[in-house]
Structures are given as C-alpha cells and as structure tokens.
C-alpha cells in the first residue's frame, strides 16, 4: 500500500501564491502517475493537475497557467504550485497516487482564498 500525506495549504489572498506538498511512502514502485484533486463545498471532486513517473502533466483548464505541478522522486515528494490563486479556488486539496493496481489518496488539505 501507499500512504500519502498533504501539506502547505492555508488561508490566502486573492491574487496570492501557495505550494502544496504530497509525500508518499510505502509501496511507492507501485505509483505510475500522482495527482491533486479538489472538491468545494457542494461540488464534485475535480482534476486539478497530474504528473506521470516519466514526468508528463496535465492540467484543468481553470488553472492552466496558474498552477505547476513537479515532483522530486528522490524524496518521493510531488508539489503543487499555485499562482495568481482566485476565490474560486477555494477547496479541500486531495493528493492521489495512481495505477492499474493502486487508487491512494491523502487525507486532504485545506485552501481559502478570501480577502
């Protein structure tokens, strides 16, 4: 199994910045890609941004060019840059790691974009 564990979310202003941290540990040889998700308050769970093992990314298209998803395999750590951060931003962050054998999530951070 993989265990997954957020970091870095907060309360910011509108136009802000915040880097959201994933670290997993376990059976991480399992993992193909990593990803964050969000889900707002009466809202589904949306793709926010994924990275694969080779390094490929995919982002939503709300916050293309805002947000930049890396990972550092050597600390086995994905990140989640989030730039010029809108209200409509505002969720809980979930981290998930994935692949044919595996669907691990984190147990979620927290991200309010208010003035």
């Known amino acids: 199994q993989v265990q997954l564990v957020e970091s870095g979310g907060g309360l910011v202003q509108p136009g802000g910045s915040l880097r959201l941290s994933c670290a997993a540990s376990?059976?991480?040889?399992?993992?193909?890609?990593m990803g964050w998700y969000r889900q707002a308050p009466g809202k589904e769970r949306e793709l926010v941004a994924t990275?694969?093992?080779?390094?490929?990314?995919n982002y939503a298209d709300s916050v293309m060019g805002r947000f930049t998803i890396s990972r550092d395999n050597a600390k086995n750590t994905v990140y989640l840059q989030m730039n010029s951060l809108k209200p409509e931003d505002t969720a809980v962050y979930f981290c998930?790691?994935?692949?044919?054998?595996?669907?691990?999530w984190g147990q979620g951070t927290l991200v309010t974009v208010s003035s």
């Open positions: 990275i694969t093992i080779g390094g490929r990314t």
């Open positions: 376990g059976s991480i040889f399992m993992i193909n890609a």
């Open positions: 998930n790691a994935h692949s044919p054998i595996l669907d691990a």
